[in-house]
């Protein structure tokens, strides 16, 4: 017999942004050191059909997965918390239900009945839940968004059904509140908590883990109250006070004694823990020497999600080298207004991805004194393909030099959309020509980049349209600037590097997505590297 997948699904009330994806990973990570397979997706009531078109700057990071998936940036907390690559199953929104279902409607495939919310869109959901839960001991699913919102509604009866669906011991419930402090009368408040469980319970389903989240300290008192209102063990009601990291909070769980919990609850055999690997992290976090000031110049400065995996990806490395790093957010126009003067007293910059005119002369300006002063830098994606930019201007003197997406028709595309890239784009299906996922990538080996990585093929993420244009190859080389890194054909100039600058690198991918808090990634490290010497 197959062996049957258990599920925990991860609701949350009172409050959206409680860290709810983090709750649900950290349960993730618990339950894989313990040797249980565990996979993770997140359902988004958002009416999008995937998170390609979403404004990075509302609504956080666009996270790429190897395949290609276009996602939230929930699954690259799961991605850290678990240390699995995950697919585009695990992202789904409710546009990409609908289109399948409308899909299906056209084809006939409903044989003339009416085609109605239940059970035709909470089957496809539970069909997508299924099929990403088949083969794993425990598949997690999140659901976005808070209970009682009415987009969500058609994820929570979904999530119902699945109790008679897969039997009600295969299934767990966990709700993650909110615990408001009143100023005034100094306490903690458990009403909004205990009304979100019974929202909840209106719905049909009764929770069996109540994660509470609160910035004050929560007391024993508070939880049995929670538990008594609830109708929950005690011993499932879990603190989740405000903390230091992220990656503290598995361990929080743990001393919650949630993970033998949550074993007992779905009849799971007990198995000691390992440890996850974070201890190391851990430790250094608490035990750092001094700071490292990593500049990322940015376009959006509102949402600190924004840039989440690069922010992940430099505290990762700068925290393995026994350093914290204060990553300066340093508005991409601020340097168009003021100049390079507002980049002073940084030891490294990174320019990110982003898309679109705005703040590119500010970055470009940002390139040009990272190279000219020796400033280690890292450019991501637009970030390398600004480094070009550059050194197309102010090294081979090419005034006009650009990228097609900012300058279209320049005399100098040193950045160009590919001539059959060119073919396939249209005005209406635009994503089409987009690189998206995992990609090879050959090394030089006498790169930088090599030296890092230790390995002459690796595989990278990518999401962009434009790419370096090979017909500055030999002028960008015999300037300086470094080809280090192709695709396996040498078509796609991946890796750019100035050899004689104490760390300048650029590539045509995403380094931060594969970055891991227990092991950064090598790019991330080899800069941060780069920083500490020019600090001694
Ligand atoms: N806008 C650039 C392109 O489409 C870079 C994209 C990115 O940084 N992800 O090629």
């Not at 949350?12 to 249980?36: D, E, H």
């Not at 999530?159 to 306490?187: D, W």
């Not at 784009?425 to 998206?436: C, H, I, K, N, V």
């Not at 991946?494 to 891991?516: A, D, N, T």
Request: charged share 25%.
């Amino acid at each position: 017999m197959a062996k049957e997948t258990k599920y925990i699904f991860v609701t949350g009330g009172v409050l959206s942004g409680l860290g709810k994806g983090i709750f649900a990973a950290s349960l993730g990570n618990i339950l894989k050191s313990r040797g249980f397979s565990v996979n993770m997706q997140k359902c988004d009531p958002y009416l999008n059909v995937d998170a390609g078109t979403l404004n990075p700057g509302e609504h956080g990071e666009v996270f790429v997965t190897d395949d290609g998936a276009e996602t939230d940036l929930d699954i690259g907390h799961y991605e850290r918390f678990i240390d699995r690559n995950l697919t585009k199953i695990s992202s789904i929104m409710t546009g990409r239900i609908y289109t399948e279902v409308l899909e299906d409607e056209r084809k006939g495939k409903y044989l003339g009945k009416t085609v109605q919310v239940i059970p035709h869109i909470t089957n496809k959901i539970q069909k997508f839940i299924m099929d990403a839960g088949k083969g794993f001991d425990i598949h997690i699913v999140e659901i976005g968004g808070t209970v009682g919102d009415y987009e969500g509604l058609h994820f929570i009866e979904a999530i119902r059904q699945m109790r008679r669906k897969v039997g009600r011991e295969n299934v767990l419930y966990a709700h993650l509140v909110y615990l408001p402090f009143l100023e005034t009368s100094q306490e903690l408040k458990t009403k909004p908590a205990q009304s979100s469980v019974r929202d909840l319970l209106a719905l049909g389903i009764h929770a069996q883990i109540i994660g509470c989240r609160a910035e004050h300290e929560i007391e024993t008192e508070h939880l049995k109250k929670i538990a008594l209102f609830s109708d929950v063990d005690v011993q499932a009601v879990v603190p989740l006070p405000t903390i230091t990291s992220v990656y503290q909070v598995p361990e929080n769980l743990e001393k919650s004694g949630l993970g033998d919990y949550v074993c007992e609850e779905l009849g799971l055999a007990k198995r000691a823990r390992k440890g996850n690997g974070w201890e190391r992290y851990l430790y250094n976090l608490e035990h750092t020497t001094g700071e490292v000031k990593v500049g990322l110049i940015a376009k959006y400065m509102s949402n600190e999600d924004t840039y989440k995996s690069v922010n992940e990806a430099i505290q990762s490395a700068a925290i393995s080298n026994n350093k914290l790093a204060k990553i300066v957010w340093v508005d991409a126009e601020k340097i168009e207004k003021e100049g390079v003067k507002v980049l002073a007293g940084l030891d490294g910059i990174i320019i990110p991805g982003g898309f679109g005119n705005r703040g590119i002369e500010g970055k470009i300006l940002a390139a040009k004194y990272a190279r000219e002063k020796n400033i280690p830098y890292l450019g991501l994606c637009l970030g390398m393909q600004i480094a070009v930019i550059e050194f197309a201007r102010n090294v081979l003197g090419l005034k006009d030099a650009n990228s097609g997406e900012f300058d279209h028709g320049s005399k100098n595309e040193v950045i160009h959309i590919m001539p059959e890239q060119r073919q396939c784009m249209s005005e209406d299906d635009y994503g089409a020509t987009m690189r998206l996922g995992a990609y090879p990538c050959v090394l030089n080996k006498g790169s930088r980049s090599y030296e890092l990585y230790k390995q002459e093929q690796i595989s990278e993420r990518h999401r962009h349209r434009y790419e370096f244009n090979n017909d500055y190859r030999d002028d960008v080389t015999k300037a300086g600037m470094l080809i280090a890194g192709t695709s396996p054909n040498k078509h796609l100039v991946e890796i750019i590097e100035l050899p004689k600058h104490p760390y300048f690198v650029g590539v045509q991918f995403h380094p931060e997505f594969k970055s891991r808090p227990d092991h950064p990634h090598p790019l991330f490290n080899g800069f941060i590297q780069a920083c500490l010497k020019k600090l001694k």
